[in-house]
C-alpha cells in the first residue's frame, strides 16, 4: 500500500505564526479561545502553562493573568476594549487583518460592507465587529433580496472558492439593474490551494484520510471536497482510524486541515504503514 500525502497539509503560515507565539509567550498568559481546533495543540500548550480562557471575563478572573493571546481568527474592536487591562498578545493572521482593515476603509468611505461567511465564526465576529453596520450573509441568494446600491463585498478567508464563483454568477443575474457591489476576492490562498491539492490527489487514490479536529470548519470542507471523488475518512488522530478501511487499497491519500500539527499527521501515516 502506498500512502501520498497531499501538497500543504498541515499547519499555515497564519497558524504556524500563532503557535510559535502562544509557545513563546511569558508566564501569565491566556489565550482567547482555543488557539486552533485541535485538541492536540490545546495540550501542547497547557504543558508549557498557557491556559485557554473563553471570554476576556475569565481571563481577568484567573488570577495570574497579565497577557491575552488573540488567536489567527481575530476578535472585533470591543474585545480590546475589554481587555485593556492586559498586555494583548495580538496572533490575528495578517491575511485576517487584512480584510479587517479593508472592510473598515469600505465603511469608512461610505460602502455598506456585506461579510460572506457563518454568522457565528470568529473571524466573521472579529471583522463584523470593527464595522458600525455590517451584513452578514451565508447565502449568495440572499443578495436578489436587498439593496445593492453602494455595497462592497468582502468574504470569511477560510471558505471554499466556490463561494465567490457563485457571488459572481448571481450578480451577473442582476447586472440590468445596475448599482452593483465592488467584489472584493479575500479569500485565502493557502486555503483554496490546499483544497484544490487534495482534491486532485484524491482524484488518484482508493481511498482518502483527512486528518484534522472536528470543530475545524476547513478541515471539514476538506473531508468534503475529498468525498465527492472518492471514499473518504475524517479522523482527528491515529486512534481514530479502522484497519478494515485500509484492506485490499493500493494507494491511500492524506490531507490534513490548517490546523493540524506535523506530529498528528506523522502518527497517521505511521500507524497506516504498519498495518501494511
Ligand atoms: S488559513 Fe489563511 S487566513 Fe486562515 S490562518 Fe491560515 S493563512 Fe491565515
Given at each position: 500500500?502506498?500512502?501520498?500525502?497531499?501538497?500543504?497539509?498541515?499547519?499555515?503560515?497564519?497558524?504556524?505564526?500563532?503557535?510559535?507565539?502562544?509557545?513563546?509567550?511569558?508566564?501569565?498568559?491566556?489565550?482567547l479561545g482555543?488557539?486552533?481546533?485541535?485538541?492536540?495543540?490545546?495540550?501542547?500548550?497547557?504543558?508549557?502553562?498557557?491556559?485557554?480562557?473563553?471570554s476576556v471575563k475569565?481571563a481577568?478572573?484567573?488570577?495570574?493573568?497579565?497577557?491575552l493571546i488573540i488567536r489567527a481568527h481575530g476578535e472585533p474592536a470591543l474585545t480590546y476594549e475589554k481587555a485593556a487591562s492586559l498586555n494583548i498578545i495580538d496572533a490575528t493572521c495578517?491575511?485576517v487583518r487584512q480584510v479587517q482593515d479593508l472592510a473598515k476603509r469600505l465603511e469608512k468611505?461610505?460602502?455598506?460592507v456585506?461579510i460572506?461567511g457563518?454568522?457565528?465564526h470568529a473571524e466573521v465576529r472579529g471583522i463584523a465587529g470593527s464595522l458600525e453596520k455590517p451584513v452578514i450573509?451565508?447565502?449568495?441568494?440572499?443578495?436578489?433580496?436587498?439593496?445593492?446600491?453602494?455595497?462592497?463585498?468582502v468574504?470569511q478567508?477560510?471558505?471554499?472558492?466556490?463561494?465567490?464563483?457563485?457571488?459572481?454568477?448571481?450578480?451577473?443575474?442582476?447586472?440590468?439593474?445596475?448599482?452593483?457591489?465592488?467584489?472584493?476576492?479575500?479569500?485565502?490562498?493557502?486555503?483554496?490551494?490546499?483544497?484544490?491539492?487534495?482534491?486532485?490527489?484524491?482524484?488518484?487514490?482508493?481511498?482518502?484520510?483527512?486528518?484534522?479536529?472536528?470543530?475545524?470548519?476547513?478541515?471539514?470542507?476538506?473531508?468534503?471536497?475529498?468525498?465527492?471523488?472518492?471514499?473518504?475518512?475524517?479522523?482527528?488522530?491515529?486512534?481514530?482510524?479502522?484497519?478494515?478501511?485500509?484492506?485490499?487499497?493500493?494507494?491511500?491519500?492524506?490531507?490534513?486541515?490548517?490546523?493540524?500539527?506535523?506530529?498528528?499527521?506523522?502518527?497517521?501515516?505511521?500507524?497506516?504503514?504498519?498495518?501494511?
Open positions: 500500500m502506498h500512502v501520498h500525502i497531499a501538497k500543504g497539509s498541515g499547519f499555515c503560515f497564519g497558524v504556524k505564526r500563532a503557535v510559535d507565539i502562544a509557545l513563546n509567550a511569558p508566564p501569565g498568559t491566556a489565550i482555543e488557539l486552533v481546533h485541535n485538541s492536540h495543540v490545546t495540550v501542547m500548550l497547557e504543558k508549557k502553562g498557557v491556559i485557554t480562557v473563553c475569565e481577568l478572573e484567573a488570577g495570574g493573568i497579565s497577557n495578517p491575511n468611505s461610505g460602502k455598506k456585506i460572506f457563518k454568522k457565528d450573509l451565508e447565502d449568495p441568494l440572499s443578495l436578489k433580496d436587498m439593496p445593492l446600491e453602494n455595497t462592497a463585498i468574504f478567508t477560510t471558505q471554499a472558492d466556490t463561494i465567490f464563483k457563485e457571488v459572481r454568477r448571481v450578480l451577473s443575474g442582476l447586472e440590468e439593474q445596475g448599482g452593483l457591489p465592488e467584489i472584493h476576492n479575500t479569500l485565502c490562498p493557502v486555503t483554496s490551494d490546499r483544497q484544490r491539492n487534495a482534491e486532485k490527489l484524491a482524484e488518484k487514490m482508493d481511498m482518502m484520510i483527512v486528518v484534522g479536529g472536528f470543530h475545524s470548519s476547513n478541515t471539514a470542507r476538506l473531508a468534503e471536497r475529498c468525498s465527492y471523488v472518492t471514499e473518504t475518512h475524517h479522523v482527528e488522530n491515529s486512534s481514530q482510524l479502522e484497519k478494515g478501511w485500509f484492506k485490499g487499497r493500493e494507494n491511500v491519500g492524506i490531507a490534513a486541515g490548517a490546523s493540524t500539527p506535523d506530529a498528528v499527521i506523522d502518527g497517521v501515516v505511521q500507524t497506516i504503514r504498519s498495518w501494511d
